[in-house]
């Protein structure tokens, strides 16, 4: 008989009751470190103080009222959102899906305003992650992700990942837009340079395409800064962020300039349940947390303190690592054994960890971990690694 839940995931044995900071407790009662932290979305750890707070005065008052009336909270977080960037407006979502079908609805409605509706292509990269809907499917066009779903949502054309000669060849005066994520995150964290992101913002504004940042991973001071574009020193048209935006509670967004969001007027686009009190009021407590040049700076004195450790524990095990790379607390462990045996390694050793495609093993700790437990998930990966050199 089949599973009551449909069977599309490969699960771990493992439930989880309960959690603390960077700490998951199974129901068995084994502790886990959690270096997956729900994949990049626990940026505070488990049952954080404040979060848990800001949740729980919310549910007392309302939850829902959808958006057919004015949502303060919604307002706060946009405010907030529209404060720390480039953007002048944002919409909410439930997930970095909705996040990339909106972004994409926004460049087709932009140039369909412009008088331009057949400038539809958007050029997007090997390797890319921008969700599971069709339209995301066909954005990352990865065989594995496309086959048996077509046909496909036109409109994308993949190049290389970090190949500017194949964007200069394929970037036109009919290009729409140009989607990428800064640091690749289900691609195998992979950073693009800044000096290319600089390029690419260059080569948008050389034909009018519009610049669209998936920072739904490395965003919300994952990689040491609030979004990773700001390395760059550049701005994008149009940003979707999810993940560590709701800090746990499903929430996305997608902010943009006024000049790319001027065709979205009312009844362009919608959602019941994005934005509603309960997720903009934990939304709202994570970004002023998370925003504050302090709380930055210590995930960047963290990440440093992690990565050289990282590099101790790659140096100990050539058979096992083949290098360090990522942003901030954005690690990926380049491996020579297959990621999913380190995955099940660290699972003997209570310690959690997430794949990713170009054999990396992900390391996205929350980013109040605590020098202590930095330690401690080097030693464990360490005995992780150990057990697969014997
Ligand atoms: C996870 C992810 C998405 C999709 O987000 P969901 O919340 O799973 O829909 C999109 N883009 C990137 C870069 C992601 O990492």
Redesign the pocket.
Known sequence: MMSHVLPTYNRAPISFEKGEGAWAIATDGTRYLDLGAG??VNVLGHANPDLVAALTEQAGRIWHVSNLYQIPQQERLADLLVDNTFADTVFFTN????A?ELAIKMVRKYWDHAGDPDRIEILTFEGA????STG?IAAAGSDKMVKGFGPLMPGFRHLPWGDMEALKQGITKSTAAVML?PVQ??GGIRPIADEDLRQIRALCDSVGALLVL?E??CGMGRTGRLFAHEYAGIVPDIM?V??GIGGGFPL?AVLATENAAKAMVAGTHGSTYGGNPLACAVGARVMEIVADDAFLAEVNRKAALFRQKLEGLVAAHPDVFDGVRGQGLMLGLKCRAAPADLVKAGYAQHILTVPAADSTLRLLPPLNITDEDIAEAVARLDRAAASLDA
Do not use: L, N
């Open positions: 994949i990049a997930s970095g899906t909705e990339a992650f921008h969700g599971r995301a994520e995150g289900e998936d739904v991973q979707m999810a993940k996305g």
